[in-house]
C-alpha cells in the first residue's frame, strides 16, 4: 500500500476543481444534497467538504473504500466548515487501498467535529449490500 496522507498531486487538484463545479450546479438546482464516491471518488467527496458549499443545503456525505489523502490541505479546509454526518465503509481485504489508512481518515473526520458512522466488512475494494442497506437508513436520517 501506498501512504497517501502527505500527497496532494496536481491531477487530485484538477479533479477536485470539476468536480466542485459540478457540485455548485446541483446545489443551484436543489434544495438538498448528499455528496459521495467510491474510492477516488470518496477522497474527492472528503475534499469537496472543505470547499465553500452552502451548509444550509449540504445534508450529509458518503465515503465508500476511502482513504486520507492530502491531510495538510483537509485540516485547513475542514476548519470553521460546519460539520455534516457521514457514512464510511471499507473491506477489511481490501487490496487496492489499506483499512488502516480508511481508519485514520474516519478518526480525522471525527476529531474535527463530523459525527459518522464506520462500516467495515469482510471483503475487499467494493460496495457490499449491507453497506448499501446501512446508507440507505443513513439517507433516510439525513432526509
Do not use: W
Not at 119 to 124: D, E, Q, R, V, Y
Not at 126 to 143: C, D, G, N
Amino acid at each position: 500500500f501506498r501512504n497517501f496522507e502527505d500527497k496532494c498531486p496536481k491531477e487530485f487538484l484538477d479533479s477536485l476543481e470539476l468536480a466542485h463545479k459540478f457540485v455548485m450546479s446541483l446545489f443551484n438546482k436543489y434544495d438538498e444534497v448528499v455528496l459521495g464516491g467510491f474510492s477516488q471518488g470518496a477522497m474527492i467527496t472528503s475534499h469537496l467538504l472543505t470547499q465553500n458549499l452552502d451548509e444550509n443545503k449540504l445534508k450529509g456525505s458518503i465515503l465508500y473504500s476511502a482513504t486520507l489523502l492530502a491531510k495538510e490541505e483537509l485540516i485547513k479546509g475542514l476548519d470553521g466548515k460546519k460539520p455534516v454526518p457521514f457514512i464510511q465503509s471499507h473491506g477489511r481485504e481490501d487490496q487496492v487501498l489499506d483499512y488502516n489508512a480508511a481508519m485514520k481518515l474516519f478518526e480525522f473526520m471525527k476529531l474535527n467535529r463530523y459525527e459518522g458512522e464506520f462500516i467495515s466488512f469482510t471483503g475487499a475494494h467494493e460496495i457490499p449490500m449491507e453497506v448499501l442497506h446501512k446508507t440507505k437508513s443513513f439517507l433516510e436520517k439525513v432526509f
